[in-house]
T-cell receptor, first 114, second 117 residues
Framework: AQSVTQLGSHVSVSEGALVLLRCNYSSSVPPYLFWYVQYPNQGLQLLLKYTTGATLVKGINGFEAEFKKSETSFHLTKPSAHMSDAAEYFCAVSIATNDYKLSFGAGTTVTVRA | GAVVSQHPSWVICKSGTSVKIECRSLDFQATTMFWYRQFPKQSLMLMATSNEGSKATYEQGVEKDKFLINHASLTLSTLTVTSAHPEDSSFYIC?????????????FGEGSWLTVV
């Protein structure tokens, strides 16, 4: 089985400051890792994903994440927060041997202060 | 990019009635679709996996007789909440994996809000 843990249910940052959202995973086989963003009353939008290859993954809206196998982590960062980044962020993991079903973390709410 | 559409986006139904939510892949064929449920301020919980032409596989604790899932074609899966009750009120989201896709790219619908009164 696979799972993810998101550390911190709520993160508040100032506009222009670094955004750091933490995600640790557990998997018995090589994982696929994802970050999704959800705006109020909407579905999920894929920010970025790690499958194989380069461990530093760049996504949309200036976000990036680094896969660190030794730390079983896939933290999401953005150098400079924008007001539009205020949303709910979900880390997710899937594995081939479980039909690629996504297992989601509990989510982190990001608020951006002007 | 690939688009998954859900309909309706919002639905209100009376307690005891049934309601159907559709999930369509608009520009690709989806061999597998997933149905999730999300309560306010919570994460997504996988309800079932739907494969075209076969019975859905339900996650532990999900009542298959209450949440009927049909995946009759490669572009359409439906979720029917039967004899709905207020505790079934939730945000339901589907996702789809494209035919031939390696499996690590899944597209999500916009979600459907169900309110049972």
């Amino acid at each position: 089985a696979q799972s993810v843990t998101q550390l911190g249910s709520h993160v508040s940052v100032s506009e222009g400051a670094l955004v750091l959202l933490r995600c640790n995973y557990s998997s018995s086989v090589p994982p696929y890792l994802f970050w999704y963003v959800q705006y109020p009353n909407q579905g999920l939008q894929l920010l970025l994903k790690y499958t194989t290859g380069a461990t530093l993954v760049k996504g949309i809206n200036g976000f990036e994440a680094e896969f660190k196998k030794s730390e079983t982590s896939f933290h999401l960062t953005k150098p400079s927060a924008h007001m539009s980044d205020a949303a709910e962020y979900f880390c997710a993991v899937s594995i081939a041997t479980n039909d690629y079903k996504l297992s989601f973390g509990a989510g982190t709410t990001v608020t951006v202060r002007a | 990019g690939a688009v998954v559409s859900q309909h309706p986006s919002w639905v209100i139904c009376k307690s005891g009635t049934s309601v159907k939510i559709e999930c369509r892949s608009l520009d690709f064929q989806a061999t597998t679709m997933f149905w999730y449920r999300q309560f306010p301020k919570q994460s997504l919980m996988l309800m079932a996996t739907s494969n075209e032409g076969s019975k859905a596989t339900y996650e532990q604790g999900v009542e298959k007789d209450k949440f009927l899932i049909n995946h009759a074609s490669l572009t359409l899966s439906t979720l029917t909440v039967t004899s709905a009750h207020p505790e079934d009120s939730s945000f339901y989201i589907c996702s789809a994996r494209a035919r031939g896709n390696s499996g690590n790219t899944i597209y999500f619908g916009e979600g459907s809000w169900l309110t049972v009164v």
